[in-house]
């Protein structure tokens, strides 16, 4: 709290006509100062010596020749009554009173009971820049990414147990990257395969169109649209010559010697009696089931 003092003073002093002697002494004071002090005259000198209030300061007498100031019951030489950081005088000055008796003027009291800063550890002092967060504060170029070491100021951040990042490291330090270009991915994107992707890099190998939402399948670490894959990628069966892509009917695949067919293809070529999984026969282009074979 922030206080003023009384202002100086000093006690009344006069001069005497007529007889008039001292309380103490009882000397004559007439054609002398003297001091009223509590309803009482008193000279300077037993004033001095035994009425005068101790300087919290120096713990010298202030006579009476010279101001006093006073705050709550404690009393000042007028010379005595300064800043216990700066030595300023306080005579004429707002002034602050601590509860350890000390009396600072008002830019070192800020300064010893101020918030600290949690980057400088310095006093942020009243009124100046700074920014607040989580009952903490710090001179806003104190504010910093612990990243990039730039001030945050006015951009938006984010907090990492303690750390504070500013949007763009965070985002290049803790963002998803996508599978395809690498790249943060700050929001949506489409998960295949446990790895993230950005929803505009997730598309067709060969026709570039969007794989969202749509029917795919991936070869070799690249994905296809049904069509492309069909055209481009998928293997033919040796029987129909129609491709083999593993969708629908044509899920179940037999491979021999480098050729490839759909299940339902793999028949007998002269009796058309499904050979998955039975014994066979190959005679140039086609197959056939032992019984036919022998007939060939």
């Keep these: 709290m922030t206080y003023r003092h009384s202002g100086p003073r000093s006690y009344l002093t006069s001069t005497m006509t007529d007889r008039f002697d001292c309380y103490y002494c009882r000397d004559n004071l007439h054609g002398k100062k003297y001091v009223k002090k509590d309803d009482k005259h008193v000279c300077t000198k037993c004033f001095d010596k035994l009425c005068a209030n101790t300087c919290a300061e120096c713990k010298r007498p202030i006579g009476a020749d010279s101001k006093e ?6 009393y000042w030489h007028e010379d005595c009554f300064r800043c216990a950081k700066c030595y300023k005088s306080l005579a004429s ?26 980057g400088c550890y310095k006093v942020v002092m009243p009124g100046s820049q700074n920014v607040e ?14 990243e990039c070491k730039q001030p945050i100021r006015t951009q ?8 504070i990042y500013c949007s763009p490291c965070h985002e290049k330090k803790f963002a998803k990257k996508c599978f395809h270009c690498k790249q943060p991915i700050t929001s949506g994107g489409i998960s295949y395969q446990d790895q993230p992707w950005h929803s505009e890099c997730f598309v067709c190998k060969t026709c570039h169109k ?3 939402g749509t029917r ?8 296809y649209c049904v069509d492309c894959y069909k055209t481009d990628v998928a293997k033919k069966c040796h029987g129909c010559k129609n ?9 179940n695949v037999v491979n021999y010697e480098g050729l ?8 007998c070529k002269k009796c058309s009696l499904s050979l998955a999984n039975k014994r066979f026969v190959i005679n140039g282009e086609h197959i056939y089931c032992p019984d036919c074979a022998k007939k060939l």
């Design 210 to 212: 969007s794989l969202a």
């Design 260 to 267: 490839s067919w759909h299940e339902y293809c793999f028949n």
């Design 243 to 251: 491709p083999i892509t593993g969708f629908g009917h044509g899920t």
């Design 133 to 146: 967060y989580k009952n903490k504060v710090w001179h806003e170029e104190c504010f910093t990414c612990i």
């Design 156 to 163: 938006s951040f984010l907090a990492k147990g303690e750390d």
């Design 69 to 74: 100031l006073h705050h709550k019951n404690r």
């Design 93 to 118: 000055e707002a002034f602050s009173a601590r509860d350890d008796g000390k009396i600072m003027c008002g830019k070192c009291g800020s300064r010893e009971d101020g918030n600290r800063c949690q």
């Design 216 to 223: 795919f399948t991936s070869h070799e670490d690249n994905i």
